[in-house]
């Protein structure tokens, strides 16, 4: 019986509803949209999502955050054929205006940092070895350094180190003629040797707490 | 006009594709014809008032909640965008296409018969289950004209780059594949272990089939289209396209199969009047303020006697807590969403690939395809847009919305500006329709790949042509077992044929099976 209530109960609400057109109306097409968007791919609190292939946004500093929106906003980032990742966030940041891009880092500012789950294991003995050349630029204990232009590097996905490590190698990042930064990272990544050397290196970095 | 291909040569590439053996092995098989497809019964058993949370608002989303609110469950859905239905969305005068990096609102004439299917679009007859809520919640359909023989096949290496008509293609290969197969019988290639009772009743079919002539020849058909007369003179044939013209181009293999029904296709589908959404409206207005709007989820964590899920709306992180939680977030958006899944569902959720789908649509001034005889159906072209649709509703009507691209599987829209979009489809339909880029107004575009909480369209399992592994097969069963009985993950990504709404439904239907099981063996 009461089963029988509760779908009268439902029919007559439907009897009362409106119709489809005019209920996409209804729920609320806000009439001038922002461009915060970053947690659909980056993840909740822009903790990160490996699905996506999307890195941890939340504790990136502002600074930092800002020139890489720039960069992929002029396609000094981005635009490689074989970086696909890079080249589904181009577009997002094509159309960010300068309040926008001051907005999503203030915003993302806010975002409580939590350092990322380690996914990779390698040699973090050998790794820290290899890390004493990226702790000129990057801090001894990958906390980033503004002066220097090098972002943080602990508390990053590991896997998205791993990735970007391989792109500046291969010149699928950093070979844009802007990209001063991402000059030199092509030039010091060819100090790791191989695969293993870099599992090594993002090993050792996830010992580092920001 | 050029030679025909030898009879070799076509058998050699019989051959290729498994030989004849296969074709006779095949009518063994006959006996696995499926039955009739029906609906799911659910008859859940009557509730108590258990909480629900159910994340998202898909199709299966939706049917969950209308099959628990039934039974008495008390359902709360969290929709992290502005409206209702995921990839069942239909544009229409003042939708917002919520593309990242692509802001797009409709400006289309308000007109009921002016919409576009921007996701799912067609509902195939064996789709018992979309069919049976349709029927319940009282949503009109109409048919969907999913082929026509008179509209278009165009490519830039057949026929100089002109268009033919789908029937002048289709009457022409069959003419060609029956000829070629006929003077094969008899020769103890192809009928070997055919009865002569058998050989007879195939070569007439073929006959009639591929429309020979007295010698077995194929010389034309009118099936292609008359030449001149037909109706008040004798019809005369029209010139035969040679077979190496046809095969000039890779269409056929959509030219071809369109009219196949089984996996979902056919000649014959069927659309709610006004747009898919009305089966989401339908469902989403007898579910009222149940479901939230603007509401992320932010964090999914499975408990004991329940799950929690943390939500932002306004501004403010709100708990959810429920029973039972019913998840159709797509698998590659959840990932990036903090929760205690084991690690063997996470890595299947991250297998997932997502799907690349992309379409367009413009505001026709006129229904200048009705000048062609073309009133439904879909054309093919060569090119990234791939599809032409022409709307089969409001025949003679003065304008009709235009499906100007569908194309999957590769990158294309995903990575092209609006403007290279549009003339990407404008270039490729005014190959076919002289006038095609003046009749365009007001064109949309949809990359699926970048919808905001979305960012994909079908989801994509197998990474092999040749089907699913034995890993994909046990990472597909991890993830549609509910997590400690009280997690379910739904929609088509927990099915093995994704993209459709049956499916997605079925996925639905699946997980509350496994509820209700576990509520009616639960302890008084």
Same mark, same amino acid.
């Given at each position: 019986?009461?089963?029988?209530?509760?779908?009268?109960?439902?029919?007559?609400?439907?009897?009362?509803?409106?119709?489809?057109?005019?209920?996409?109306?209804?729920?609320?097409?806000?009439?001038?949209?922002?461009? *915060?968007?970053?947690?659909? $791919?980056?993840?909740?609190?822009?903790?990160?999502?490996?699905?996506?292939?999307?890195?941890?946004?939340?504790?990136?500093?502002?600074?930092?955050?800002?020139?890489?929106?720039?960069?992929?906003?002029?396609?000094?980032?981005?635009?490689?054929?074989?970086?696909? !990742?890079? /080249?589904?966030?181009?577009? =997002?940041?094509?159309?960010?205006?300068?309040?926008?891009?001051?907005?999503?880092?203030?915003?993302?500012?806010?975002?409580?940092?939590?350092?990322?789950?380690?996914?990779?294991?390698?040699?973090?003995?050998?790794?820290?070895?290899?890390?004493?050349? $990226?702790?000129?630029?990057?801090?001894?204990?990958?906390?980033?350094?503004?002066?220097?232009?090098?972002?943080?590097?602990?508390?990053?996905?590991?896997?998205?180190?791993?990735?970007?490590?391989?792109?500046?190698?291969?010149?699928?990042?950093?070979?844009?003629?802007?990209?001063?930064?991402?000059?030199? =990272?092509?030039?010091?990544?060819?100090?790791?040797?191989?695969?293993?050397?870099?599992?090594?290196?993002?090993?050792?970095?996830?010992?580092?707490?920001? | 006009?050029?030679?025909?291909?030898?009879?070799?040569? &076509?058998?050699? #590439?019989?051959?290729?594709?498994? +030989?004849?053996?296969?074709?006779?092995?095949?009518?063994?098989?006959?006996?696995?014809?499926?039955?009739?497809?029906?609906?799911?019964?659910?008859?859940?058993?009557?509730?108590?008032?258990?909480?629900?949370?159910?994340?998202?608002?898909?199709?299966?989303?939706?049917?969950?909640?209308?099959?628990?609110?039934?039974?008495?469950?008390?359902?709360?859905? #969290?929709?992290?965008?502005?409206?209702?239905?995921? *990839?069942?969305?239909?544009?229409?005068?003042?939708?917002?296409?919520?593309?990242?990096?692509?802001?797009?609102?409709?400006?289309?004439?308000?007109?009921?018969?002016?919409?576009?299917?921007?996701?799912?679009?067609?509902?195939?007859?064996?789709?018992?289950?979309?069919?049976?809520?349709?029927?319940?919640?009282?949503?009109?359909?109409?048919?969907?004209?999913?082929?026509?023989?008179?509209?278009?096949?165009?490519?830039?290496?057949?026929?100089?780059?002109?268009?033919?008509?789908?029937?002048?293609?289709?009457?022409?290969?069959?003419? &060609?594949?029956?000829?070629?197969?006929?003077?094969?019988?008899?020769?103890?290639?192809?009928?070997?272990?055919?009865?002569?009772?058998?050989?007879?009743?195939?070569?007439?079919?073929?006959?009639?089939?591929?429309?020979?002539?007295?010698?077995? #020849?194929?010389?034309?058909?009118?099936?292609?289209?008359?030449?001149?007369?037909? &109706?008040?003179?004798?019809?005369?044939? *029209?010139?035969?396209?040679?077979?190496?013209?046809? /095969?000039?181009?890779?269409?056929?293999?959509?030219?071809?199969?369109?009219?196949?029904?089984?996996?979902?296709?056919?000649?014959?589908?069927?659309?709610?009047?006004?747009?898919?959404?009305? @089966?989401?409206?339908?469902?989403?207005?007898?579910? +009222?303020? *149940? @479901?939230?709007?603007?509401?992320?989820?932010?964090?999914?964590?499975?408990?004991?006697?329940?799950?929690?899920?943390?939500?932002?709306?306004?501004?403010?992180?709100?708990?959810?807590?429920?029973?039972? $939680?019913?998840?159709?977030? !797509?698998?590659?958006?959840?990932?990036?969403?903090?929760?205690? &899944?084991?690690?063997?569902?996470?890595?299947? =959720?991250?297998?997932?690939?997502?799907?690349?789908?992309?379409?367009?649509?413009?505001?026709?001034?006129?229904?200048?395809?009705?000048?062609?005889?073309?009133?439904?159906?879909?054309?093919?072209?060569?090119?990234?847009?791939?599809? @032409?649709?022409? !709307?089969?509703?409001?025949?003679?009507?003065?304008?009709?919305?235009?499906?100007?691209?569908?194309?999957?599987?590769?990158?294309?829209?995903?990575?092209?500006?609006?403007?290279?979009?549009?003339?990407?489809?404008?270039?490729?339909?005014?190959?076919?329709?002289?006038?095609?880029?003046?009749? $365009?107004?007001?064109?949309?575009?949809?990359?699926?790949?970048?919808?905001?909480?979305?960012?994909?369209?079908?989801?994509?399992?197998?990474?092999?042509?040749?089907?699913?592994?034995?890993?994909?097969?046990?990472?597909?069963?991890?993830?549609?077992?509910?997590?400690?009985?009280?997690?379910?993950?739904?929609?088509?990504?927990?099915?093995?044929?994704?993209?459709?709404?049956?499916?997605?439904?079925?996925?639905?239907?699946?997980?509350?099976?496994?509820?209700?099981?576990?509520?009616?063996?639960?302890?008084?």
């Amino acid at each position: 019986m009461k089963k029988l209530i509760t779908v009268t109960a439902l029919m007559l609400s439907a009897l009362c509803s409106i119709s489809a057109s005019a209920a996409e109306g209804d729920v609320g097409v806000a009439a001038t949209m922002d461009d *915060r968007y970053c947690t659909t $791919c980056h993840g909740a609190d822009g903790v990160g999502n490996l699905a996506i292939e999307a890195p941890r946004l939340a504790g990136m500093e502002g600074w930092y955050l800002k020139r890489q929106l720039e960069n992929f906003r002029a396609g000094i980032r981005g635009t490689h054929a074989e970086d696909i !990742p890079g /080249l589904e966030m181009q577009p =997002m940041a094509e159309k960010l205006s300068n309040e926008s891009i001051t907005d999503l880092v203030d915003w993302i500012g806010g975002w409580e940092y939590v350092p990322a789950a380690v996914t990779v294991e390698g040699n973090d003995r050998q790794g820290r070895t290899a890390f004493q050349s $990226c702790a000129a630029c990057h801090g001894a204990n990958a906390e980033g350094n503004e002066a220097l232009g090098a972002p943080a590097l602990a508390g990053q996905n590991d896997w998205y180190l791993i990735t970007q490590i391989e792109n500046f190698r291969s010149g699928v990042r950093g070979s844009h003629q802007d990209d001063t930064f991402g000059a030199q =990272m092509v030039t010091m990544s060819k100090t790791l040797r191989d695969e293993q050397a870099i599992l090594n290196v993002v090993s050792y970095i996830n010992t580092l707490q920001k | 006009m050029t030679t025909p291909v030898t009879r070799r040569e &076509f058998l050699n #590439l019989l051959g290729a594709y498994g +030989g004849t053996s296969a074709v006779l092995q095949a009518g063994a098989a006959l006996g696995f014809m499926p039955n009739t497809s029906q609906a799911a019964d659910i008859s859940l058993m009557a509730n108590n008032g258990k909480k629900v949370a159910i994340l998202g608002t898909g199709i299966s989303a939706l049917t969950t909640a209308w099959e628990l609110t039934k039974a008495g469950y008390d359902c709360t859905l #969290l929709e992290a965008s502005h409206r209702p239905g995921g *990839r069942m969305f239909t544009v229409r005068s003042g939708t917002v296409i919520d593309e990242i990096g692509n802001y797009q609102r409709c400006e289309w004439d308000n007109d009921p018969h002016l919409y576009f299917n921007a996701g799912a679009a067609r509902i195939p007859s064996i789709h018992s289950s979309v069919l049976k809520y349709c029927k319940e919640l009282e949503v009109e359909l109409q048919v969907f004209v999913n082929e026509s023989k008179t509209a278009w096949v165009q490519d830039d290496a057949m026929n100089g780059g002109k268009p033919i008509r789908n029937t002048d293609y289709s009457s022409s290969m069959n003419g &060609f594949i029956s000829e070629m197969l006929t003077k094969s019988l008899g020769k103890g290639q192809l009928d070997s272990d055919l009865t002569e009772s058998e050989s007879e009743t195939l070569l007439g079919m073929l006959r009639s089939f591929g429309d020979l002539n007295e010698d077995m #020849l194929y010389k034309g058909s009118v099936r292609a289209g008359y030449g001149s007369g037909g &109706f008040l003179d004798h019809g005369t044939k *029209r010139d035969v396209v040679a077979l190496r013209d046809l /095969l000039k181009t890779r269409l056929a293999g959509s030219v071809m199969v369109t009219t196949q029904e089984g996996t979902g296709s056919g000649p014959l589908l069927m659309q709610p009047v006004g747009g898919m959404d009305r @089966i989401i409206y339908a469902f989403a207005n007898r579910l +009222g303020d *149940r @479901i939230k709007f603007r509401a992320p989820v932010t964090e999914v964590m499975v408990k004991d006697d329940g799950v929690e899920v943390a939500y932002e709306q306004d501004g403010e992180t709100q708990l959810l807590k429920a029973d039972y $939680c019913f998840n159709c977030i !797509p698998s590659h958006l959840m990932s990036g969403i903090p929760n205690n &899944f084991p690690d063997e569902y996470t890595e299947a =959720m991250n297998y997932i690939r997502r799907g690349r789908a992309y379409k367009a649509a413009f505001q026709a001034k006129e229904r200048f395809w009705e000048k062609e005889n073309i009133y439904g159906g879909i054309t093919w072209v060569n090119a990234p847009s791939a599809q @032409i649709w022409y !709307p089969p509703h409001n025949i003679h009507g003065k304008k009709g919305i235009v499906l100007s691209a569908y194309n999957f599987g590769g990158a294309n829209y995903t990575e092209m500006s609006q403007e290279d979009r549009i003339e990407d489809f404008l270039s490729a339909g005014e190959k076919v329709h002289p006038n095609y880029r003046e009749m $365009c107004e007001k064109p949309i575009t949809i990359a699926w790949h970048r919808m905001n909480h979305m960012l994909g369209c079908a989801p994509r399992w197998a990474r092999s042509r040749g089907g699913w592994s034995e890993k994909e097969e046990h990472m597909y069963e991890t993830l549609r077992a509910p997590v400690n009985g009280r997690h379910y993950m739904i929609g088509d990504q927990a099915t093995q044929h994704s993209a459709w709404m049956e499916s997605a439904i079925q996925s639905a239907h699946y997980a509350l099976a496994d509820l209700d099981q576990r509520v009616r063996t639960e302890p008084a």
